[in-house]
Nanobody
Framework: QVQLVESGGGLVQPGGSLRLSCAASGSIVSINRMAWYRQAPGKERELVAAITTGVSTTYADSVKGRFTMSRDKNEAFLQMNSLKPEDTAVYYC?????????WGKGTLVTVSS
């Protein structure tokens, strides 16, 4: 099993920044992909950014130019700048390894004045 723990969420004013972290532990052999998803109240979970090992980093159109995802071994980060109220959501870390997919419990980001 793989465990994912997100941190770094909180309340921030519009235009502000936050940095989310995701620490993966457990039976990690070879990570295929790490990603950040988010789910706003009343909406479906959506992909925010993903790093596919050895391939590329992709972003949702809504966050391009504002969010940057990075990865260091078994940790993933999401630097979020120029935050907007519509970025308010629970942010989840996802890890894919072989045919398995793992999720963290999420961290809440609230963008409000």
């Amino acid at each position: 099993q793989v465990q994912l723990v997100e941190s770094g969420g909180g309340l921030v004013q519009p235009g502000g920044s936050l940095r989310l972290s995701c620490a993966a532990s457990g039976s990690i052999v070879s990570i295929n992909r790490m990603a950040w998803y988010r789910q706003a109240p009343g909406k479906e979970r959506e992909l925010v950014a993903a790093i596919t090992t050895g391939v590329s980093t992709t972003y949702a159109d809504s966050v391009k130019g504002r969010f940057t995802m990075s990865r260091d071994k078994n940790e993933a980060f999401l630097q979020m700048n120029s935050l907007k109220p519509e970025d308010t959501a629970v942010y989840y870390c996802n890890l894919r390894q072989s045919s398995s997919s793992y999720w963290g419990k999420g961290t809440l980001v609230t963008v409000s004045s």
